[in-house]
């Protein structure tokens, strides 16, 4: 496999040395977490500024996954690393990445992916635990920013998995509020219509405690593109209600 490197930020790896594998690979770099030690390898997550603008490098080795795109295995990241280029191919608003690329040898499976950071943006889960003292515009701008996404995500027929608070970023323009997603492991086509749909979003409500009934008529309105009072919005909220009371009862 070709390595991949973003042509936005080519010459600014360049100037620091940082285009190519072994290079990603041999800078050292204090770790954001305890590594990842499952799978019989090691995956870890390091934090890069260059220039003032920020990174993250994620190197793993022998972590590895099979797929029906790989049954003896490839590296976990090979995989996010393909969703993150579906997610840019069908628009649908997501990280970016900036390098990848692996290296098999005879006794290691080694590979690197290196994303930009999202530092002017903050995961929904933040904005949740200061919820009651955001203004109302605010919240309404939000929640729409997230019906909005979850649409988009469905609308190009894909399932992203874990559409969780902590995976989804969200910033304010003058145009209204932006939101993206982070961590595409999971993602999956859509394949069983609203059975998909509603498995995808039930989590997200679930989660989102600070949410009273008018926020998620709000967020379906804006996933559905109806007024919060149609009918269709209150189906879909009993049917997440529902989804969620069998989850909880288990």
């Known amino acids: 496999m070709t390595d991949y490197l973003a042509s936005s930020d080519?010459?600014?790896?360049?100037?620091?040395?940082?285009n190519d594998f072994e290079a990603l690979w041999a800078l050292q770099l204090?770790?954001?977490d305890e590594p990842n030690t499952a799978r019989g390898g090691w995956s870890s997550v390091y934090r890069l500024e260059l220039?003032?603008?920020?990174?993250?490098?994620?190197?793993?080795?022998?972590?590895?996954t099979r797929t029906l795109h790989a049954p003896l295995g490839e590296p976990t990241f090979a995989r996010e690393f393909r969703n993150i280029s579906r997610y840019e191919k069908l628009h649908i608003p997501a990280l970016q990445a900036v390098f990848y690329g692996e290296r098999k040898?005879?006794?290691?499976?080694?590979?690197?992916?290196m994303t930009r950071a999202l530092d002017d943006w903050s995961d929904l889960d933040s904005l949740l635990g200061q919820w009651q003292q955001l203004p109302v515009e605010q919240r309404e701008g939000i929640l729409r920013a997230c019906g909005q996404l979850a649409r988009t995500l469905h609308a190009a027929r894909q399932v992203h998995g874990c559409f969780y608070p902590k995976h989804i970023f969200l910033r304010e323009r003058?145009?209204?509020w932006q939101a993206q997603l982070i961590d595409l492991e999971k993602t999956r086509p859509l394949l069983f219509g609203q059975r998909d749909?509603?498995?995808?979003?039930?989590p997200l409500l679930?989660?989102?405690?600070?949410?009273?009934?008018?926020d998620v008529r709000s967020l379906l309105a804006a996933y559905l593109a109806q007024p919060a009072d149609s009918a269709l919005v209150s189906d879909w909220q009993q049917r997440l209600a529902g989804r969620r009371r069998s989850k909880e009862a288990r």
């Open 10 to 18: 080519l010459a600014l790896l360049q100037r620091h040395g940082l």
């Open 174 to 176: 003058r145009d209204g």
């Open 30 to 32: 204090d770790a954001v």
């Open 206 to 214: 679930r989660r989102a405690g600070a949410w009273n009934e008018a």
């Open 51 to 64: 220039e003032g603008k920020g990174y993250y490098l994620k190197r793993q080795c022998d972590y590895l």
């Open 197 to 202: 749909r509603l498995k995808d979003l039930e």
């Open 105 to 113: 040898g005879k006794d290691e499976h080694r590979a690197v992916l």
